[in-house]
């Protein structure tokens, strides 16, 4: 499959199409709905989508943290193309743009069950299992220029 990752705008229509991949993925399998999230505050936060076919299949966001620091959030793929690199392919994107914008670390939180995917790329856990949402989550960071934290 032929997969594009590319930035996109706060409020445009590919952000509600990620909005709602979102949804899908992250929140009503919690019982929750991304209506009742504040995205409005997302408005400074820079926003990747993977797009095939035309369609959004993967979404991931971005918060400023401080100069440096960048916070990965949301990250979603649609259940149907899991498995084929998308999620990889967005967070490579994001470290890349993160670096040419210069941001020197990204740190997440990852589902206990992401752990894995995130270490295969070179984030690492810091600190303790925490609760978010209702499930189990590591704080995770990763320096970009391959240096010590």
Request: net charge negative; with cysteine.
């Amino acid at each position: 499959m032929n997969v594009i990752v590319e930035c996109m705008e706060w409020g445009s229509s590919a952000y509600a199409q990620g909005l709602e991949l979102r949804d899908r993925v992250l929140r009503r399998p919690l019982g929750l709905s991304i209506h009742d999230d504040p995205t409005d505050q997302e408005v400074e936060d820079y926003h990747i989508r993977a797009v095939a076919h035309g369609r959004t299949v993967g979404v991931l966001l971005l918060k400023r943290l401080d100069d440096s620091r960048l916070q990965m959030k949301q990250v979603a793929v649609d259940s149907a193309v899991q498995g084929q690199a998308i999620g990889r392919k967005m967070v490579v994107f994001a470290e890349q743009m993160a670096l040419e914008q210069g941001f020197s670390k990204i740190m997440l939180h990852g589902r206990l069950t992401a752990v894995p995917f995130y270490e295969k790329l070179g984030y690492m856990t810091e600190g303790d299992l925490f609760m978010e949402v209702g499930i189990p989550h590591y704080p995770m960071i990763k320096a970009l220029n391959g240096k010590d934290m």
